[in-house]
C-alpha cells in the first residue's frame, strides 16, 4: 500500500523523485485545496491530479477537451495498474452502463469526461451519487475568451463549484499569459486557489524562423536526414494540408493530412497511426495536436504564421516532450501577414477583441524578425526570466547580419506614396525595378521619379525590406481594400532623413548547418546500434499484442537507459528511470531477456 506521493511515484511510475512544483502541487491538493497550475508541456502535469486522486478518497474526475485523445490516456494509466475509464460517445450503451455501475461501486481511480459530457444532468446526477476525489481541469485555457484556443463548453464549468463545493479542483494549462490566468480564476471560481506557475523554457527544443521563399524545397532541405523521425507540420489552411501531406508522401516520407474537413474516423485513424508508428509525419491545421502524450516528436514545422506566440508556445510545445533534442522550424513571409490581417478584420468581433488579437500579430511577428536571441523574447512574452543568450535558437548559434536600409525604406517608401498608396507589393516592385508592363503603362507610372531606382537591389531583398517594414509598422496593409501598402506616421521621420533605419539580411541558408548541435543527444552509438534496434523492436511487439502506442510501454528515454546500464536482473531493472512495479511485472523480463541474449551473441 503506497501511503506518501513520493512511494506512488517510485512505484507505479518508475521515477525517483519529483521535478519543479510538482511535490507542493500534489501536496495541496491532497490536502483539499484548489490550484492554478500553470506547467510547460513535457513538464509532468497529469502527476499533479493522477496522484492525488490515487492518495484521496473516491474518483478523480478529469476534463478533457478532445475525445480522441482520452483512450490512450486511459491506456498509459491501465498499463502502470491504475484504475481508469472514459465515458464518451465512442462507447456504446451497454459499455456506458458497465463504466457508470463501475464508477458508482467505487471501482475506478480516474474518470476523463469532455466538458460538454461533464454538464449534461444526467452526468452531474451520477457524480452526486459517487464519492469524488478531485476534478481536474486540463487545458485550462480553453476557457478564455481573450485566449489563442477558446471552447465555449469551458464556460459552464463554474457549475463545479457550485455543485461540488467541497471536492477540491484543479486547472491546468502550458500556455496562459498573465491575462489568460485571471480570466481562468475569475470564469472556474478559483479565486481561493493556489497558484504554481513553473518557467515557460523548454531549453531542449531548438528555435529556427526563416523568410519564406519557396516553401516546400525549404521544408525537404529542412527534412533532410528525419525520415525516421516523427513530427509535425502546421499548415494554415485545409487545401495546403492535404497539399503538402501528398507531395511529401511522394518524397518518400510517411506523411498524413489532418484537418477538419476530414472525417471523424479518417482523423482518429491518422492520429492512431501517429501516435503508434514510428517516423509518422502529420500535417495538419491547428485542429490537431492538444494534450497530444507523443513524447518523442522530434520537430514542429511551421509553414505558415501562427496568429499569436500563445499558439506558437502551444503547438512547438508538441516536440521533444521527452526531454530529448528537438526543432520547432517555421518559414514565414509577408503574405501571411496579410492573410491574418484579413482574417481578423473580417471577424464579427467586438473592436477591443480585435484590437487584443493585432497586438497578438505583433507580437508573434517581433519573435520572427528579431535579431537577438529568440528565446529572451518568447519567454519575456510570458513575464518569465531569460537569457541574454540561450545558445540554442538560430538567432544565438548564426548571429543575423544587419545593413543600414535607410536609403532602400527612402526609395520604397517614396514609390508607395507617388503611385498613390493604391497598389499591392507586386505593382510596388515593379515600378522600383523598372519593368515594363501593361499596368505600369495604364497608369503612367513609367514617368515617376521612383520608376527604375530599385535596380541595384533584388527583387528578394525588396520583398524582404517590405516585409520588415510592415512588421516594423512604417508599413501597412489595406487589408479590407485589395492589399494596397500604405504610409504610416511612423515613416515619416525615415523619410525626412531624421532617423536610420537597420534591418536583418534575409539568408537562404541551408538549414542542415543549423540543427547538427540539436541530434547529438538522440544518436545511438554506432556500436550499440543492434541492441538498440532489438529493444524497440521488443517493444513494438509489446505494443502491438496490448494494443497501446509504443512509447506507453517505455519512453525513448527509458530505452536509452537501459543501453547504458544494461540492467540483466528484475532488480537492476527497477533502477531504470521508467520502470515501476507494474510495467515490470508485466513486460520487464522480455528486456532483461533481449539485453542477456545481446550479451551472450557478443561474448
Known amino acids: 500500500m503506497q501511503n506518501t506521493p513520493l512511494d506512488i511515484l517510485k512505484e507505479i511510475y518508475g521515477y525517483d523523485s519529483f521535478r519543479g512544483h510538482q511535490a507542493d502541487i500534489i501536496d495541496a491538493v491532497v490536502a483539499g485545496s484548489d490550484a492554478l497550475v500553470l506547467m510547460p508541456t513535457g513538464g509532468g502535469k497529469s502527476l499533479c491530479y493522477q496522484i492525488p486522486s490515487l492518495l484521496r478518497n473516491g474518483v478523480g474526475i478529469i476534463i478533457s477537451p478532445l475525445i480522441a485523445l482520452m483512450q490512450d490516456q486511459v491506456d498509459a494509466m491501465q498499463q502502470v495498474g491504475v484504475h481508469a475509464a472514459f465515458l464518451n460517445s465512442t462507447l456504446s450503451f451497454s459499455e456506458q452502463q458497465l463504466i457508470e455501475q463501475q464508477l458508482r461501486d467505487g471501482q475506478l481511480d480516474l474518470l476523463y469526461l469532455a466538458p460538454e459530457r461533464l454538464i449534461q444532468q444526467s452526468t452531474l446526477q451520477l457524480l452526486h451519487q459517487c464519492e469524488l476525489a478531485l476534478f481536474a481541469i486540463d487545458e485550462a485555457h480553453c476557457v478564455s475568451q481573450w485566449g489563442h484556443d477558446f471552447r465555449s463548453d469551458y464556460l459552464s464549468l463554474n457549475i463545479l463549484n457550485d455543485q461540488f463545493p467541497s471536492v477540491p479542483r484543479v486547472a491546468l494549462t502550458a500556455t496562459a499569459d498573465q491575462r489568460t490566468r485571471e480570466e481562468i480564476i475569475q470564469r472556474l471560481q478559483l479565486v481561493g486557489a493556489q497558484s504554481f506557475v513553473s518557467g515557460f523554457d523548454r531549453s531542449n527544443i531548438r528555435y529556427a524562423i526563416a523568410n519564406k521563399t519557396s516553401a516546400k524545397k525549404q521544408l525537404l532541405a529542412f527534412l533532410q536526414g528525419r525520415k525516421e523521425q516523427a513530427g509535425i507540420v502546421y499548415c494554415l489552411s485545409r487545401k495546403k494540408v492535404e497539399g503538402t501531406a501528398a507531395w511529401l508522401s511522394g518524397q518518400g516520407f510517411t506523411a498524413l493530412p489532418y484537418h477538419a474537413?476530414?472525417?471523424?474516423?479518417?482523423?482518429?485513424?491518422?492520429?492512431?497511426?501517429?501516435?503508434?508508428?514510428?517516423?509518422?509525419?502529420?500535417?495538419?491545421?491547428?485542429?490537431?495536436?492538444?494534450?497530444?502524450?507523443?513524447?518523442?516528436?522530434?520537430?514542429?514545422?511551421?509553414?505558415?504564421?501562427?496568429?499569436?506566440?500563445?499558439?506558437?508556445?502551444?503547438?512547438?510545445?508538441?516536440?521533444?516532450?521527452?526531454?530529448?533534442?528537438?526543432?520547432?522550424?517555421?518559414?514565414?513571409?509577408?503574405?501571411?501577414?496579410?492573410?491574418?490581417?484579413?482574417?481578423?478584420?473580417?471577424?464579427?468581433?467586438?473592436?477591443?477583441?480585435?484590437?487584443?488579437?493585432?497586438?497578438?500579430?505583433?507580437?508573434?511577428?517581433?519573435?520572427?524578425?528579431?535579431?537577438?536571441?529568440?528565446?529572451?523574447?518568447?519567454?519575456?512574452?510570458?513575464?518569465?526570466?531569460?537569457?541574454?543568450?540561450?545558445?540554442?535558437?538560430?538567432?544565438?548559434?548564426?548571429?543575423?547580419?544587419?545593413?543600414?536600409?535607410?536609403?532602400?525604406?527612402?526609395?520604397?517608401?517614396?514609390?508607395?506614396?507617388?503611385?498613390?498608396?493604391?497598389?499591392?507589393?507586386?505593382?510596388?516592385?515593379d515600378v522600383l525595378l523598372g519593368k515594363d508592363n501593361e499596368k505600369i503603362r495604364q497608369f503612367g507610372h513609367q514617368q515617376l521619379s521612383t520608376y527604375g531606382i530599385g535596380k541595384t537591389i533584388s527583387e528578394a531583398q525588396w520583398r524582404s525590406v517590405i516585409r520588415q517594414l510592415v512588421v516594423r509598422g512604417l508599413l501597412r496593409v489595406d487589408v479590407e481594400g485589395f492589399g494596397a501598402l500604405q504610409l504610416t506616421d511612423q515613416c515619416r521621420s525615415i523619410l525626412k532623413g531624421e532617423k536610420s533605419l537597420s534591418l536583418r539580411k534575409d539568408i537562404v541558408d541551408a538549414p542542415n548547418k543549423l540543427t547538427k548541435k540539436s541530434t547529438r543527444k538522440t544518436a545511438v552509438m554506432p556500436e550499440d546500434q543492434t541492441l538498440w534496434d532489438e529493444l524497440r523492436a521488443c517493444r513494438k511487439q509489446l505494443a502491438d499484442e496490448f494494443n497501446v502506442p509504443p512509447y506507453v510501454i517505455f519512453h525513448d528515454a527509458t530505452l536509452k537507459e537501459m543501453l547504458e546500464h544494461r540492467p540483466m536482473s528484475r532488480m537492476d531493472m527497477l533502477t531504470i528511470t521508467g520502470v515501476g512495479q507494474s510495467k515490470l511485472d508485466k513486460y520487464g523480463n522480455e528486456f532483461i531477456d533481449v539485453i542477456c541474449s545481446h550479451a551472450e551473441a557478443n561474448v
Open 261 to 429: 474537413g476530414l472525417s471523424a474516423e479518417m482523423r482518429a485513424y491518422h492520429q492512431s497511426r501517429f501516435l503508434r508508428e514510428d517516423g509518422v509525419i502529420i500535417v495538419a491545421t491547428i485542429a490537431f495536436g492538444m494534450g497530444i502524450d507523443k513524447p518523442d516528436v522530434r520537430f514542429v514545422a511551421h509553414l505558415d504564421l501562427p496568429k499569436s506566440i500563445e499558439a506558437y508556445y502551444q503547438e512547438t510545445g508538441r516536440a521533444g516532450r521527452d526531454g530529448q533534442s528537438a526543432e520547432a522550424w517555421m518559414v514565414y513571409g509577408l503574405q501571411d501577414v496579410v492573410r491574418l490581417q484579413q482574417m481578423q478584420a473580417g471577424s464579427n468581433a467586438s473592436e477591443q477583441f480585435k484590437r487584443s488579437e493585432r497586438h497578438k500579430l505583433d507580437a508573434m511577428l517581433g519573435l520572427c524578425e528579431v535579431t537577438g536571441c529568440r528565446r529572451q523574447v518568447l519567454l519575456n512574452y510570458f513575464d518569465d526570466e531569460a537569457p541574454d543568450h540561450c545558445g540554442n535558437c538560430d538567432n544565438c548559434q548564426i548571429p543575423p547580419e544587419t545593413w543600414d536600409a535607410t536609403e532602400a525604406a527612402q526609395k520604397v517608401l517614396s514609390c508607395i506614396y507617388r503611385t498613390g498608396q493604391r497598389f499591392g507589393v507586386v505593382h510596388v516592385l
